[in-house]
C-alpha cells in the first residue's frame, strides 16, 4: 500500500476504530454510546516494518478451489480485509473475481499472494509476479511471498516430475530469486516482500546478502508449535509473523496430526475461552497470535466459521499467555522435506529427524 492508500485502508475500515499495536485511533466522530460498540468491534491492525498496515485476521484460501470466491465474498462481507492466497493454490482468479463482485475499494483490501517454487529463476520471477497480479486483476500486490526456500526446475509445469514421480529440483538459489523480488519492489508493482517457510540459519544468510529486510515471514505457528525463540529473533529483526494453519492439525490433509486430539479442543484453550465470554478453542487459537502481535489466516467455505474466526479478534491477558505456553508440544504439522526433496526447518522445532 501507499502511504495514501494506507489513511485511505485505515480510515475506511468497516468497523470505523482500528487498533495499531498498542494504540487505539478514531477516524470518525460518534457518540460516546456507540463508540463503545464500535470499540467492543474494532479490528486490530498490525504494522510492517515498511509502516503499511495489515489486519491481523486475514483470510486464507488453500485448497477448495472451486468454493474460494463464494467464500471470500463472503468474507469480504463479513469484515475481513486481508486475504491470503498463492500461484499453486490456484485461488488467485477465485480471490480478483470475488474482489470485484464485493464492491469493496481494492484500496481497503491487503492482498498477499506467493511465487511458487518453479519460478524461482532470476529471470522468471517478473513473470510471475505479472502472472498473479493478471489473474487478481489488480495492479499492485501488497505482499509477495516467496513460499518456500526450495527450487523446482524451470518451466511450465508448476510440479515438474521425473520419470520416478519424484520432483525435478531446480539449481536457483533462494538468495537470487530474492534479488529479482526486490526488483519488483523498485517497480511498485510488489508494495513489500517476504518469505515463507524458512529456517533461521536460511533466514540470517537472506539477511546478510540481500538488501531489502522481509517485511513478513510466513509459517507454521499456533500453540502446539510456538517456536518462542524463532518468534523472538523475528521480532528483534522487524519482521512480522503470519501464522497459516494457526488451528495446528485441524486440517485432515496433514497426516501426522491424525490420530491425536484436536488443537483447538485442548483444554487449556477451551478454559480460557470461558474465561472470555464464551470463546471457543479456536477463537482463543487466534486471539493467542495477534496477542503477540502476528497476523493469522484461518481458512473456512462456511459462512458461519468464516464469520465466528473473526471473533477470535480480541487480547489475552499475562495469566492467558502463561497458560498457553505450557501446552507446547513442538508438533510440526506441514513438512514436505520427503517429497520435495529439500530438508526444510533443519534449526526449527519440530523438524523431521
Given at each position: ?45 498490525q504494522k510492517l516494518n515498511t509502516g503499511a ?124 530469486t530474492y534479488k529479482a523480488m526486490e526488483k ?170
Amino acid at each position: 500500500m501507499t502511504s495514501a492508500a494506507a489513511r485511505t485502508f485505515l480510515s475506511s475500515t468497516p468497523r470505523f476504530i482500528v487498533r495499531l499495536q498498542n494504540t487505539t485511533h478514531s477516524f470518525s466522530s460518534f457518540s460516546t454510546t456507540t463508540l463503545r460498540k464500535q470499540a467492543r468491534m474494532a479490528p486490530t491492525i498490525q504494522k510492517l516494518n515498511t509502516g503499511a498496515p495489515i489486519p491481523a485476521i486475514g483470510f486464507g484460501t488453500w485448497q477448495d478451489k472451486e468454493a474460494q470466491e463464494p467464500a471470500v465474498i463472503a468474507a469480504l462481507k463479513a469484515g475481513y480485509r486481508h486475504i491470503d492466497t498463492a500461484r499453486i493454490y490456484g485461488t488467485e482468479p477465485a480471490v480478483g473475481a470475488a474482489i470485484k463482485r464485493s464492491g469493496v475499494p481494492r484500496s481497503e483490501i491487503f492482498i498477499t499472494t506467493k511465487l511458487w517454487n518453479h519460478g524461482h529463476h532470476p529471470d522468471d520471477v517478473q513473470k510471475e509476479a505479472d502472472a498473479s497480479l493478471k489473474d487478481l486483476g489488480v495492479d499492485y500486490i501488497d505482499l509477495y511471498l516467496m513460499h518456500w526456500p526450495a527450487s523446482f526446475a524451470r518451466g511450465e509445469d508448476l510440479m515438474p516430475k521425473d520419470s520416478n514421480g519424484k520432483f525435478k529440483a531446480g539449481d536457483t538459489d533462494f538468495v537470487d530469486t530474492y534479488k529479482a523480488m526486490e526488483k519488483l519492489v523498485e517497480s511498485g508493482k510488489v508494495k513489500a516482500i517476504g518469505v515463507s517457510n524458512f529456517s533461521k540459519g536460511e533466514l540470517e544468510r537472506l539477511l546478510k546478502e540481500t538488501s531489502i529486510v522481509p517485511a513478513a515471514h510466513q509459517m507454521e505457528l499456533h500453540p502446539w508449535l510456538q517456536q518462542k525463540d524463532f518468534i523472538e529473533w523475528h521480532k528483534q529483526k522487524g519482521i512480522h509473523v503470519t501464522q497459516y494453519s494457526p488451528f495446528g492439525n485441524q486440517n485432515e490433509i496433514y497426516d501426522s496430526g491424525k490420530n491425536m486430539g484436536k488443537l483447538m479442543d485442548d483444554p487449556v484453550l477451551v478454559e480460557i475461552g470461558k474465561k472470555h465470554g464464551g470463546k471457543s478453542g479456536a477463537q482463543v487459537a487466534l486471539a493467542w497470535g495477534i496477542t503477540l502481535g502476528h497476523s493469522v489466516i484461518p481458512k473456512s467455505k462456511t459462512e458461519s466459521r468464516i464469520k465466528a474466526n473473526l471473533e477470535g479478534d480480541f487480547k489475552l491477558d499475562a495469566e492467558d499467555l502463561k497458560k498457553i505456553e505450557t501446552i507446547d508440544k513442538k508438533l510440526r504439522f506441514n513438512d514436505p522435506s520427503d517429497s520435495f526433496g529439500y530438508k526444510f526447518y533443519s534449526d526449527l522445532d519440530g523438524a523431521k529427524d
